[in-house]
């Protein structure tokens, strides 16, 4: 007969994800969420003379002695092939007189959703100030650089000027907004329910819906107002967008590191351990940009998450068992990872290396780039707006062509009739086409601080 062992399988287990977040969603503590909600059941019952307050006293005593543990609800689930139900025999083992009304009134989901409220609850303060950290990040750089020149780039081509510190205001723009996100869905996202096994109460009599509010309160969380057997699963459909949508955003601003460090580009790059780290086995020269590549990898995983959950929420009738399964994963796993992603990328912008030489040498290496800046002069000093782009259009063209800059193409084309050269020199300086990036760059900032103020300090704001 084989014998079989526990071994480790998930990279959560060894490799990914920060230990004061994994507890949150582990066995041990997941159990703990499930006595809690019994405990606070227990004593709403007792506070509507629902059952005796003795009762609720012996339970409350044995969820708190610490003598209920996961080895003996296993051992128990084994006999039973009911998770729950395994759970409620080891309280009542433990409850004394209080054993006899342990789960009264109640079915498993009003246990499970509510503890899986309550894992929500402890973790939303970790994702809130994970988001906030990245914020700080961001704002440093948006101060530092928003007067340091550099190429726009669209399609992957060469455009007009513009500053690192803008392309950072953008992008703490995007994660001004994910913190309002996550903030305005908290009170549809940390909802449990104790309406029984279809939703009406019917078994906590004409007081179910004040035990099911006085539950909640007790719990620090929210009621469900219309239930089935088991808390609308809207709710986790929302959660894990707004998580996906993080996620995305993650994606998309280390890929922008992963390119702009490119050695053809060369103008920021993540800090490498020179003295100890190794970048390839095979190529000892390499420094590769891994943080922001696995934070690219694992964004992926995490919007991946969404779908599932979408699937869950369809069950027939008043519920079946068809989301129970998946959502033992997706829920933890996407609150491990997205905090885990979240920190590693804000470790990368605190010790990305800007390098402002190579942006304004590529900068000035290119004057194609000022081709809008003609436009608009050329408009300006009478030349129809239509006509100043087929001049620059034709121009670059030829340029192009002949392998000179654009400057000198214009020059030939007859420029110097409607710009003096000395005018031209100063029009086509990028850094004096930077148009308003330095205002952009300090609302972007003090949006922040807006978003701060609604999502640490109360509802009352404009967001």
Known sequence: MTKYTYVIISPLDYRYGRTEVKEIFSEERR???????????????AEFNLIPREAFKSIRDAVDSGRIKPERVREIEKETKHDVMALV???????????????????????????TALQLRDFYPVLMKDIQDLQEAFIRHVSEHKNTPMLGRTHGQHASPITFGLKMAVYLSEVNRHLVRVKQCRRRILVGKVMGPVGTGASLGDAALEIQDRVME??????????????????????????AGIATSLEKFSTEIRNLQRPEIGEVQEFFDQQNQVGSSAMPSKMNPISSENVTSIARFIRSFVTPEQEAAVTWHERDLTNSALERFVIPYACVLIDYVLVRFREVLDKLIVHKDVMLSNLLRDDYVLSERIVTELTERGMGRQESHEFVRKSAMEGYARGITLRESMIQHGILKKIS???????????RFLGQSSRVCDMAVEESRRARIYAFGGESSEF
Do not use: C, W
Not at 31 to 45: F, G, K, N, P, T
Not at 218 to 240: C, G, H, K, T
Not at 421 to 431: G, H, N, Q, S
């Open 31 to 45: 159990l703990r969420y499930m006595l809690e909600v019994e405990a606070a059941i227990a004593q709403a019952e």
């Open 421 to 431: 050269k000395e005018e031209l020199d100063l029009i086509m300086d990028p850094r």
């Open 89 to 115: 025999k080891a309280l009542s083992e433990q409850a004394g007189s209080g054993g006899a009304y342990v789960h009264f009134g109640i079915t498993s989901n009003d246990v499970l959703d509510t503890a």
């Open 218 to 243: 007790i719990l620090s969380i929210f009621p469900e107002r219309a239930s089935s057997q088991i808390v609308n699963r809207d709710r986790y459909v929302e959660f894990l967008s707004v998580i």
